[in-house]
């Protein structure tokens, strides 16, 4: 909904990445990008909350990527080469999982560019092991590797409900967790991170799975879709360089729920980073997620 058709002059791209190799319980994220890209002709042009279109933002979508299935460090790398490009052309890259690992090759290119990056990760799961299954690139090690990139202290994790031992004790030791919470921790956080460049990266099933069934490891007890929907309205005052949304697995999600919420939460992002990038917009009165 609402992409520009002109590359040159779109100030983010989107990039489906619907790899779907490493996923260990049910898969199906494979169709992600093309589910939240139906969900999103569903949606209004504006946003009340933000007081703006999304259709006075420039943004492309580029399309799917198209890996070979099977070659995990193959694919990885073409999502690198893509987001160097976004990256190298002075845009925002956007990528639509696709399962979590999608991250690192991103997080990979993303920190070349900006060496002081900080991600801000949404999600049940921590994401810190060492290894899974007994390899070191899955899903469910997505974070501890990109915590290796950035250095762990630049890693805030958010609506961890899900985690061993040892993850909890790395997240404790190294890094910032906040269990099962979301809002409380943003705005804790956020005014921390003013002016250093952010990325997101928001695994949906952060959100209960009464919410958003659609995922491929379901975990009770997590936040509702308003809430997600407020959390990203604190990107408004961030210099947010980069996000993805993943996870989303039609194959489980009776009536298009999750991705109907991805295609909101997705186009609430694209304005908030938007009119980061064009001088603040106008906040609709009575808004009280920015005071700007
Ligand atoms: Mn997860």
């Known amino acids: 909904?609402?992409?520009?058709?002109?590359?040159?002059?779109?100030?983010?791209?989107?990039?489906?990445?619907?790899?779907?190799?490493?996923?260990?319980?049910?898969?199906?994220?494979?169709?992600?990008?093309?589910?939240?890209?139906?969900?999103?002709?569903?949606?209004?042009?504006?946003?009340?909350?933000?007081?703006?279109?999304?259709?006075?933002?420039?943004?492309f979508d580029a399309g799917d990527l198209v890996f070979p299935l099977g070659y995990l460090e193959e694919s990885l790398d073409r999502i690198e080469h893509v987001a160097d490009r976004i990256l190298g052309d002075g845009k925002i890259p956007i990528f639509l999982g696709g399962e979590h690992l999608i991250t690192l090759p991103i997080i990979r290119s993303v920190a070349k560019h900006y060496p002081e990056l900080v991600v801000i990760h949404l999600d049940a799961h921590a994401d810190l092991r060492e290894e899974y299954l007994g390899v070191r690139l899955s899903h469910a090690t997505v974070m501890r590797r990109v915590s290796e990139i950035i250095s762990p202290s630049n890693l805030f994790q958010f609506g961890v409900r899900s985690?061993?031992?040892?993850?909890?004790?790395?997240?404790?030791?190294?890094?910032?967790?906040?269990?099962?919470?979301?809002?409380?921790?943003?705005?804790?956080?956020?005014?921390?991170?003013?002016?250093?460049?952010?990325?997101?990266?928001?695994d949906i099933d952060v959100v209960d799975p009464a919410f958003a069934p659609g995922v491929g490891t379901p975990e009770p007890g997590g936040i509702d879709s308003r809430e997600l929907l407020q959390s990203v309205y604190y990107l408004y005052d961030l210099n947010v360089v980069g996000l993805d949304i993943v996870e989303v697995n039609p194959t489980y999600d009776l009536s298009g729920r999750t991705a109907a919420l991805a295609a909101k939460v997705l186009r609430e992002a694209i304005i908030c980073c938007g009119a980061g990038r064009r001088g603040k917009i106008k906040i609709v009165e009575n808004n009280k997620h920015s005071n700007s």
Not at 13 to 25: N, Q
Not at 163 to 182: C, K, L, P, Q, W
């Open 163 to 202: 985690a061993t031992r040892d993850e909890i004790i790395f997240a404790r030791d190294n890094g910032y967790m906040s269990v099962d919470e979301v809002l409380g921790g943003l705005e804790e956080v956020t005014p921390v991170l003013k002016g250093r460049p952010v990325y997101l990266s928001l």
């Open 1 to 59: 909904m609402a992409a520009g058709s002109d590359y040159q002059r779109a100030s983010m791209v989107i990039v489906g990445a619907p790899l779907d190799s490493t996923t260990s319980f049910r898969g199906g994220t494979r169709l992600g990008p093309r589910a939240i890209r139906e969900m999103s002709y569903n949606l209004e042009d504006y946003s009340i909350e933000l007081g703006s279109e999304i259709s006075s933002v420039s943004f």
